[in-house]
């Protein structure tokens, strides 16, 4: 059975199309830790960051300067740890790696 060139292309587009579908739905039932969200025409989940924020930051005792920061990097990354100790880092890599550059040290509370 002969198939014409663009026949073939669309189907080999469709099915990069749902496989960056699943991966994408697989990324987001592990992705966004704390927050509830709303999903973009995309599909990707975007979480409320002013409410997680203000959960990790609201016994800081720099409490606007760790929202503003903390907002930051979850624009960035759409994730915040939940909790407020350093030991829950590690939810979300994008938001634990993040440092200054200037110094060196974490960027997101």
């Known amino acids: 059975m002969a198939f014409s060139k663009p026949l073939l292309a669309v189907l080999l587009l469709a099915a990069a199309l749902l496989m960056a579908v699943d991966a994408q739905q697989a990324a987001d039932d592990s992705s966004s830790v704390m927050g509830?969200?709303?999903?973009?025409?995309?599909?990707?989940?975007?979480?409320?960051?002013?409410?997680?924020?203000?959960?990790?930051?609201?016994?800081?005792?720099?409490?606007?300067?760790?929202?503003?920061?903390?907002?930051?990097?979850?624009?960035?990354?759409?994730?915040?740890?939940?909790?407020?100790?350093?030991?829950?880092?590690?939810?979300?890599?994008?938001y634990a790696n993040m440092v200054n550059s200037k110094n060196g040290k974490p960027k997101c509370p």
Not at 46 to 55: F, G, P, Q, R
Not at 65 to 85: A, D, E, F, H
Request: aromatic share 2%; proline share 3%.
């Open 36 to 94: 509830g969200g709303q999903r973009s025409l995309l599909g990707e989940t975007k979480i409320d960051c002013t409410s997680a924020c203000e959960a990790r930051c609201g016994r800081n005792w720099k409490n606007k300067m760790c929202n503003k920061m903390c907002n930051i990097c979850c624009g960035k990354c759409n994730c915040v740890p939940s909790g407020t100790g350093q030991d829950t880092r590690g939810q979300c890599p994008c």
